[in-house]
């Protein structure tokens, strides 16, 4: 049985579970809204907060995750461009899902 939840129920399930600092308030509505766009054929998803915590992790750029995995900047490029190749190198090198908002972004486990 599928059950419709919003946003604040999703928050709750991660509260519940002991994960409500798991990620920032920011990173979790950008994940909930990647998990409502991507439903396939709107059949939805079963939320498995443990499963989504060993997924994804929050960094506050793409740079910092990259980094943890060894990129290494251009000694050229300003900050933007940085970011933008830190962006490029994960999705192109790991084909991980990189999912950008406000104040961060959220990489797949790869």
Same mark, same amino acid.
């Given at each position: 049985?599928? @059950? ?6 999703? #928050? ?6 002991? #994960? $409500?600092? @798991? ?7 950008? =994940?909930? /809204? ?7 054929? &709107? #059949? &939805?998803?079963? =939320?498995?907060?443990? *499963? ?7 960094? /506050?750029?793409?740079? !910092?995750?990259?980094? *943890?995995? &060894?990129?290494?900047?251009?000694? /050229?490029?300003? *900050? /933007?461009?940085?970011? *933008?190749?830190? =962006?490029?190198? =994960?999705?192109? #090198? ?8 406000? $104040? &961060?972004?959220?990489? !797949?486990?790869?």
């Amino acid at each position: 049985m599928y @059950q419709t939840i919003n946003f604040s129920a999703f #928050r709750t399930a991660f509260e519940r579970a002991g #994960r $409500g600092d @798991q990620f920032s308030y920011n990173g979790l509505k950008a =994940l909930f /809204d990647y998990l409502e766009d991507g439903a396939p054929d &709107g #059949r &939805g998803y079963a =939320l498995e907060v443990i *499963e989504l915590c060993c997924a994804w992790t929050e960094y /506050d750029t793409a740079a !910092e995750a990259a980094k *943890e995995s &060894g990129w290494e900047a251009d000694e /050229d490029a300003d *900050e /933007d461009e940085a970011e *933008e190749a830190a =962006l490029e190198w =994960l999705r192109d #090198r790991f084909d991980a899902t990189v999912i950008e908002f406000d $104040g &961060g972004v959220l990489v !797949e486990n790869f």
